[in-house]
């Protein structure tokens, strides 16, 4: 069994088996094999599996899968991986269309608030005409003046 995993990638990390010593007296590591005949099966190996051949820790991770058919544990193995891509695709689309909505809504008020400004300003310089002719010849000029100013 031990030379069925001698293409294994090891990962170390908070997974790993807690009781249990290999025959160096170290906590053994969750690895994943990359046979033909378990293909990214998970099983825990000694920290030294290919430093050292002295040590045969070896335990599946999933004791009940040894006994299915290997082809059927690799799709399910397959199924689960699958699964959390869709689900990562479905995260990653729910924050573009949010991303998406905030950019339509900052153009929208970027466009509204350019209308709004240049329609101030029109209505400025119409109201500065209409005081202009309202009051050019009746008030003198310096209120007129101070009342184009005010507005």
Partial sequence: ????SSRSSRRRGSAQK?????????????????????PGRRFWGCVYYE????????????????????????????VVDLKAD???SEWKLKVAAVLGMVGWVACVCCW???????NQDKNLA????????????VLPMHYLYY???AL
């Avoid at 290999?22 to 005949?37: A, I, M, Y």
């Avoid at 509204?112 to 240049?118: R, S």
């Avoid at 119409?126 to 010849?137: A, H, L, T, W």
């Fill in 112 to 118: 509204l608030q350019v209308l709004l400004n240049h």
């Fill in 18 to 38: 807690k009781g249990i010593l290999c025959g160096h007296g170290e906590r053994p590591v969750l690895r994943v094999s990359r046979t033909k005949e378990n």
């Fill in 86 to 88: 869709v689900k990562a």
């Fill in 51 to 78: 430093v050292n051949d002295e040590c045969e820790f070896f335990h599946w991770e999933d004791p009940e899968a040894g006994s299915e058919d290997p082809h059927v544990a690799r799709l399910k193995r397959k």
């Fill in 1 to 4: 069994m031990v030379s069925e």
């Fill in 147 to 149: 009342r184009v100013v």
């Fill in 126 to 137: 119409m109201k500065v005409e209409i005081v202009d002719m309202k009051f050019d010849y």
